[in-house]
């Protein structure tokens, strides 16, 4: 029994979503699914009633949930009291992040936790309103976000980091699937699923604006509120297809879904990191010069 089996699970059963677990994780939503069932292996029980619609807690997971919250902040408690032998006082970087950065994000705390082994970074998953409010008001030290508008929010600084490449998601026995890549125009007969504009408007627009300027306005398909419902929709194998980030694509591991470059066509958005404008600490310069290398 690991921690982090532990940790999954707690964060499955508060939930009671393995695709909203996974993004709060920031994991992909298979390691989480995966992990879990170990647990349940090795406890020899079932703690979670799993069906296409819903996922509920079973009557051992429900009397389980306790104990595993107890064993992850024993844990906690234990590293904090080994901190305070130690005469020393760890450092929190609270660091506002969204899914989907993959790799380049934990290239990034790799990099970081080299540098300055002392500083304990806590990963912060909020709407990117909250993420840019608690920014500005201290309680978080930066946050990444992608598209951001510096008109809207004069008392923070933008930090450029890199460009998050989009790729097309569609079902696997599709035609077009057979391809090493897509052209966008071809795509134009097939309907397009996205979230809502009011979720995440700049990749809308930045979809939308990039079918129009191939010649077609997209056949709209029902939208879905979390990556992990639209995927599962693709891979049913009903003719639709998305846009998903490259590094989210090279986590899933869905046998009924094809990823595939855009041809034709280079869609991505700027990934930045926000501070507040009169910030200068060195944990804050050293991220930034780690983003600018």
Not at 162 to 191: F, G, I, N, T
Not at 226 to 249: E, F, K
């Amino acid at each position: 029994m690991e921690l982090r089996q532990l940790r999954y699970f707690v964060t499955v059963a508060e939930e009671l979503h393995f695709g909203r677990a996974a993004e709060r994780l920031h994991i992909a939503q298979p390691a989480v699914s995966q992990q879990v069932r170990r647990l349940e292996r090795e406890l020899g029980v079932q703690l979670l009633d799993r069906s296409p619609r819903r996922v509920r807690l079973t009557e051992a997971g429900v009397r389980f949930l306790p104990a595993a919250r107890g064993v992850l902040a024993a844990a906690d408690q234990a590293r904090a009291t080994v901190v305070g032998l130690a005469g020393e006082r760890a450092a929190v970087f609270r660091l506002g992040t969204v899914t989907g950065l993959g790799e380049r994000l934990d290239a990034v705390l790799d990099a970081f936790a080299g540098q300055a082994p002392q500083v304990q970074v806590e990963l912060v998953a909020l709407p990117v309103r909250d993420r840019l409010a608690q920014v500005a008001d201290g309680r978080l030290d930066a946050a990444f976000v992608r598209s951001p508008e510096p008109s809207e929010n004069p008392n923070l600084d933008f930090l450029p980091a890199w460009d998050d490449p989009l790729v097309v998601a569609l079902p696997a026995r599709h035609e077009l699937a057979k391809q090493h890549s897509v052209r966008l125009a071809d795509l134009a007969a097939v309907p397009l699923r996205l979230t809502e504009r009011r979720n995440h408007p700049a990749l809308v627009d930045l979809v939308l604006s990039a079918c129009v300027r191939a010649g077609f306005e997209p056949v709209p398909a029902p939208t879905s509120t979390t990556l992990q419902d639209t995927l599962a929709a693709i891979g049913a194998g009903s003719p639709m297809w998305t846009v998903v980030y490259a590094s989210n694509a090279r986590q899933v591991h869905n046998s009924r879904v094809a990823f595939r470059p855009f041809a034709d066509t280079d869609l991505s958005l700027p990934i930045a990191l926000a501070v507040r404008a009169d910030a200068a600490s060195s944990n804050l310069r050293l991220l930034g010069a780690l983003l600018a290398g």
